[in-house]
């Protein structure tokens, strides 16, 4: 069974960055993309790009394109999500997500990891 | 961009009821639709996929359907633990996935 066990909880400065990790457990790590989600207190869910690391090739939402960069390690079996130049709004959960579809940038999300809070606060 | 619209924002149903819940998308996406849960503190759950096929062992009064641009979870019999927020999810078109902005189900 797949496992995606994520980062604790964050509270930065405005302005600053924060980076989050997502480690996967069971599966092919390498062939499967894992995306980043995020929800804002009471708010929907939000996509912010992923990353299938066979290719090594990442993809992002154009909003968040030059603040993100989402990167894999395979030796350990670990995505990451960087998110700069911080503000307020961008206090939210975020949350990993692996794509079911093995080499398959397109695809649903079958496992999801627990979400990690970053509070954004000066 | 792909615009993913949910109807209604919120979904008043007595137990043991049908709920029916509708996801319109602003250009035709095929059947690359899923529908998730989420529960309040928990991350989303994968329903469906591809509009009509349920994920392994979600139980069968979760049905979808709908292709192109309109689509449909139902829940046949609700039970206690189906009150919850729903989303639906396009995965059509990279690089932009998108998802609806959910219809909450509460108990009536």
């Known amino acids: 069974q797949v496992q995606l066990v994520q980062s604790g909880a964050e509270v930065k400065q405005p302005g600053s960055s924060v980076k989050v990790s997502c480690k996967v457990s069971?599966?092919?790590?390498?062939?499967?993309?894992i995306s980043w989600v995020r929800q804002a207190p009471g708010q929907g869910l939000e996509w912010l790009g992923g990353?299938?690391?066979?290719?090594?090739?990442?993809n992002y939402e154009e909003k968040f394109q030059d603040r993100v960069t989402i990167t894999a390690d395979e030796s350990t079996s670990t995505a990451y999500m960087e998110l700069r130049s911080l503000r307020s709004e961008d206090t939210a959960v975020y949350y990993c997500a692996r794509g079911a579809l093995q080499f398959k940038e397109l695809s649903y999300f079958d496992s999801w990891g627990q979400g990690t809070l970053v509070t954004v606060s000066s | 961009e792909i615009v993913m619209t949910q109807s209604p924002a919120t979904l008043s149903v007595s137990p043991g009821e049908r709920a029916t819940l509708s996801c319109r998308a602003s250009q035709s996406i095929s059947s690359n639709l899923a529908w998730y849960q989420q529960k309040p503190g928990q991350a989303p759950r994968l329903l469906i996929y591809?509009?009509?096929t349920r994920a392994t062992g979600i139980p069968v009064r979760f049905s979808g359907s709908g292709s192109g641009t309109e689509f449909t979870l139902t829940i046949s019999s609700l039970q206690s633990e189906d009150f919850a927020v729903y989303y639906c999810?396009?995965?059509?078109?990279?690089?932009?996935?998108?998802f609806g902005q959910g219809t909450k189900l509460e108990i009536k």
């Open positions: 999810h396009q995965y059509k078109n990279l690089p932009l996935y998108t």
């Open positions: 069971g599966g092919t790590f390498s062939s499967y993309a």
């Open positions: 990353i299938i690391q066979i290719y090594n090739m990442a």
């Open positions: 591809d509009a009509s």
